[in-house]
């Protein structure tokens, strides 16, 4: 694999293990408009995409019933499920790696930008950001597609030297719909077989061989 400049990561399923927090504000959510989820493994396909459009298309909800399911799942993420997270193991080991061998390290989330840059000072990794790009918490920029468009323009870097590292397919299409590289972590939310049909350069088992892909014969 070559040598890239430029390494985006998304958050969740990526650098964190953030499910049970995500599924527990999405199950609160629920509940405020009549729907019982008590089973959490039923809602793990929320973490990833925008929150609005899965419960829309999961429980053909009307818009305006999904924002007031996006509004009740950030009355108990901001205060409590925020915080219900941890990083992977060996994460914190890869951002400094990466800094250490002067590459731009970024990030691309559908979390909106103020929580992302919350959760990298709970985690204790903003320090190796250069750039940090979420999603707004009500305007255009929610798809990761749009992420990743408004966090280029920021980035001086020609595209094929940077690559894309997320674990749902939503991440390694946003890479190729920008014409960027991408690498599926498969130890994420998203099955191998589902992330490999998105054709990334590689798939990583863990975070570890994250960093033997990114730094090899450097």
Excluded at 12 to 28: A, E, F, M, Q, R
Excluded at 100 to 113: D, I, R
């Amino acid at each position: 694999m070559k040598n890239y400049d430029v390494v985006i990561f998304d958050l969740d399923g990526t650098l964190s293990d953030s499910g049970i927090g995500i599924t527990k504000c999405v199950s609160y959510a629920l509940k405020k408009l009549g729907v019982e989820e008590e089973n959490l493994d039923n809602l793990r396909h929320f973490i990833g995409p925008p929150l609005k459009d899965q419960l829309m298309k999961t429980y053909n909800f009307t818009e305006g019933q999904a924002i007031k399911g996006v509004e009740a799942y950030r009355e108990r993420y901001m205060p409590i499920g925020i915080y219900e997270t941890s990083l992977y193991k060996d994460a914190d080991i890869l951002l400094k790696t990466l800094k250490e061998k002067g590459k731009v390290v970024a990030l691309a989330t559908s979390k909106p930008q103020p929580m992302a840059e919350e959760v990298l000072k709970y985690l204790n990794i903003e320090k190796y950001f250069d750039f940090v790009q979420g999603a707004d918490l009500v305007g255009p920029i929610q798809e990761k597609t749009d992420v990743l468009k408004e966090l280029l323009m920021k980035i001086n870097s020609e595209k094929t030297k940077m690559v894309m590292i997320g674990d749902t397919h939503f991440d390694l299409n946003g890479a190729t719909a920008v014409g960027i590289d991408s690498i599926a972590a498969a130890y994420g939310y998203e099955d191998e077989t589902s992330l490999k049909q998105c054709n990334p350069v590689a798939v990583a088992d863990d975070v570890a061989s994250l960093i033997t892909m990114l730094t090899k014969g450097e």
